[in-house]
């Protein structure tokens, strides 16, 4: 069986996070690091916006700076996230570019890196949906966003799953679009969103979540998943790509 | 003399595109567009948006100039058409 990287959970904050995935990315282009999968969290909370975003459309700053909840940019596009710290469980995909998996376009490519989390979820005893362009869902309701950017020669794939939320504190975080909402004809976070705690009615521990999603992705995407660390290569890239993303330049870029 | 303009456009099953604009003495001096949509490559976003900068401030003209930008260079784009950035453009001039 095709063996993969594993590199297990661990919580840093979302310019180290984001510094990580493009250096796996990078180094995974240049022939230096294996297809991998990666589990982290995020201390603090981030809002993490895509990158085609503009910070000041998509988030209130003086908000964010009166809960310490950092503002990132991300490599991929799509839309604006809170990462709210022990809530938000979120993995990474780095694959190479000319891997059978995502040969389908790039629709079906989200469709396939997907199946990790909705056999994951399965695990748990929730049946989740793919839902195009980019969500997953359970019930109709939004349980993890995913994006994808195109780079090196690799496709970086990653996503959220909701573990548990405070929809006030989104809603006071995040500027949603009035056209967005018309177009949905939703109003609240809570009609649209939902999280694994409140389907399984029940608490549940992030372990849980994890060994779900590990033994999920296994079986989605047919590979052995050996536990690994970031090589010393990616760690200086991550360092140096850190910078990149903490920065004012690349933060309020649009 | 300077005038600006935005606009924001949801694409029906897509994302959404907004797009600000600064005219000065009927030229483009300015474009951004910005939402929540994929491109690939990302830098060719960016290059539209200098392209754009001194055409004729006309809404039809500017509208043009987008769609043959992205058709020329064959840009992936998810969550909305080359047509739909054109749109907002053109949606972005006429409130400028």
């Known amino acids: 069986m095709e063996v993969w990287r594993f590199l297990d959970l661990e919580e840093a904050d979302g310019y180290w996070n984001m510094a990580v995935d493009e250096a796996i990315a990078k180094a995974r282009g240049e022939e230096r690091a294996p297809n991998t999968l990666r589990f982290y969290m995020w201390r603090p909370s981030a809002v993490i916006i895509g990158f085609f975003q503009s910070v000041e459309e998509e988030v209130d700053q003086e908000e964010c700076k009166r809960q310490g909840i950092d503002i990132v940019r991300r490599i991929s596009g799509g839309g604006a996230v809170l990462n709210s710290s022990g809530g938000v469980f979120t993995y990474t995909i780095v694959i190479g570019g000319d891997d059978p998996r995502i040969a389908g376009g790039i629709m079906e490519s989200y469709r396939v890196l997907c199946g990790g989390l909705i056999e994951g979820l399965s695990i748990l005893g929730l049946k989740a949906e793919f839902k195009p362009i980019n969500d997953i869902v359970v019930k109709g309701r939004k349980i993890s966003g995913n994006a994808q950017v195109r780079k090196y020669g690799v496709v970086l794939h990653h996503g959220t799953l909701l573990i548990d939320f405070d929809p006030h504190l989104m809603a006071r975080v995040l500027r949603i679009s009035e056209e967005k909402l018309r177009d949905k004809m939703l109003k609240e976070a809570e009609e649209r969103v939902t999280t694994i705690r409140r389907e399984l009615g029940r608490e549940v521990s992030l372990r849980e979540v994890r060994d779900a999603m590990f033994e999920g992705f296994k079986r989605a995407l047919k590979v052995e998943l050996v536990p690994g660390r970031l090589s010393r290569y990616e760690e200086e890239l991550a360092r140096e790509l850190r910078e990149k993303y903490s920065s004012p330049e690349w933060i309020y870029r649009r | ?96």
């Open chain 2, 1 to 96: 003399m300077k005038r600006v303009g935005k606009a924001e456009f949801k694409v029906p099953g897509g994302k959404l595109i907004r797009a600000r604009v600064e005219v000065v003495n009927g030229k483009v001096k300015f474009v951004r567009f910005t939402g929540d949509f994929f491109m690939t490559p990302e830098e060719d976003l960016e290059e539209l948006e200098n392209r754009l900068i001194g055409i004729e401030a006309n809404p039809d003209g500017a509208r043009e100039a987008v769609i043959s930008y992205f058709k020329a260079k064959g840009t992936s784009i998810v969550g909305g058409t080359p047509e739909d950035f054109a749109h907002v453009l053109a949606m972005a001039l006429r409130s400028a």
